[in-house]
């Protein structure tokens, strides 16, 4: 019975191994209904790429900027992810450049006061933050170099008087024929040089700091001073005093600096970016961190010629009312400078514009389901949008949403290439 049971179990293994081997080597039958649908039905693809028409403007010569993408229907493209928005127009696009700028001081009205001669500083007229007019005296010098050249303007002028009146009197000699040609050219010559003498005290006494004004009274009183009197140049604040009463001052010692507030700088770094479009004459606006909530108008004065090689900015000079005086020196804010305005620019957002390899383009929609590749032409780019010069026309709807994956499929050829 032992060899009858080894018999079968030896048919049956021969059996689930004929199975095996048939299933393994008999070629699958394919479905009659290659896509599982029923009755063997085969979808339409869900969009096809193609080419157009190449359109006059921007990217004319590009193939990729006149493709048409269609979908099945609008229901596909809205799966896909596509939305679209309308081109609109503003009212008037407002191009501006900001940065953080710096308050400084006007340098054309600013001045370190200085004494034109040694001395000791005997009177200080004025303190820090006084207002002062032009004209006004700030300190008194004493100083013995004032008083000799006081001294030689009084003794030329003497010498002028006596050469001036000899000149006049060999004149009339001559005339009557009584004194010599030589006699006559010795005095003139005299009276010319000491008038130059002359001419030349009354400018050193100009030079040290003495008003014509007070040229005047010397020349009537006669009377020598060691006092000088250093009047203020213009009308402004006195900002910074460096001298006090009895100390010795030197040729050219600051003893105040006198600024006028009623109009200040704004130092601007920009970045090389932002300095394309900016030039003199350019409105701009500054807000200080300080006050926030007043803001200072002013114009762009200078630009400079040289980018600094170290941060990679362009320096620029911004010239503010400074109204009331509120704006004090190293004070910081946000300074705005309008580039350009445009009225009823086109926009579009940032999503809807994507760069192809020849030109920036959108997607335009011509129909429903139906996106037409747009070249255009892009100007000032704001927070979120994008100008478009070129390209589109206002009440138009480019594709916001899902326009990188229509810019993928232009690239592929056709959607759903894999």
């Known amino acids: ?83 679209t928005q309308e081109v609109r127009a503003m009212e008037s696009l407002s191009v501006t450049v900001e940065a953080y700028g ?12 200085s004494s034109r001669v040694g001395g000791i500083l005997r009177e200080v007229r004025c303190d820090l933050g006084a207002d002062v007019a032009s004209g006004e005296v700030l300190f008194v010098v004493d100083s013995i170099e004032f008083g000799e050249a006081q001294s030689d303007f009084l003794q030329a002028q003497a010498g002028a008087d006596l050469a001036r009146r000899n000149a006049e009197a060999e004149r009339l000699l001559a005339e009557r024929s009584a004194t010599s040609r030589r006699e006559l050219q010795t005095a003139e010559a005299q009276n010319e040089a000491a008038q130059a003498g002359l001419a030349r005290a009354r400018e050193r006494l100009r030079n040290l700091g003495l008003a014509d004004e007070g040229i005047t009274r010397l020349e009537g009183t006669r009377e020598v001073t060691t006092l000088l009197p250093v009047a203020a140049p213009f009308a402004g604040t006195v900002v910074e005093r460096c001298g006090a009463v009895g100390e010795r001052v030197e040729f050219g010692d600051p003893v105040m600096m006198l600024t006028d507030l009623s109009k200040v700088w704004v ?28 803001p200072f108008r002013g114009t762009v004065g200078w630009v400079s010629a040289r980018v600094d090689p170290d941060t990679r900015t362009l320096p620029v000079r911004l010239e503010v009312e400074n109204s009331g005086g509120v704006l004090r020196e190293n004070l910081f804010g946000r300074a705005t400078i309008s580039v350009r305005r445009t009225p009823g620019a086109l926009v579009v957002p940032k999503e809807s514009v994507q760069w192809e390899g020849c030109h920036h383009v959108v997607f335009v929609e011509t129909g429903a389901g139906m996106y037409q590749t747009r070249a255009v032409r892009l100007g000032f780019e704001g927070a979120g949008f994008h100008e478009v010069s070129e390209g589109l026309r206002g009440g138009e709807r480019v594709v916001t949403t899902g326009s990188f994956l229509l810019k993928t499929e232009i690239l592929k050829g056709s959607i759903g290439a894999g």
């Open 1 to 83: 019975m032992r060899w009858k049971a080894k018999a079968v179990v030896l048919s049956m293994s021969f059996l689930a191994f004929s199975i095996w081997w048939r299933f393994v080597h008999t070629p699958q039958v394919p479905d009659d209904t290659p896509t599982g649908r029923p009755g063997g039905e085969v979808p339409p693809p869900p969009a096809s790429v193609e080419e157009t028409e190449p359109e006059d403007g921007v990217g004319g010569g590009c193939l990729k900027a006149r493709t048409r993408i269609r979908f099945a229907t609008p229901e596909v493209a809205r799966s896909a992810g596509i939305e």
């Open 267 to 294: 130092l601007v770094d920009l970045f090389e970016r932002q300095i394309g479009a900016v030039r003199p004459g350019l409105e701009g606006v500054f807000v200080a961190e300080a006050s926030p909530d007043r």
């Open 102 to 113: 710096r308050v400084a001081f006007d340098g054309s009205r600013t001045a370190r006061i």
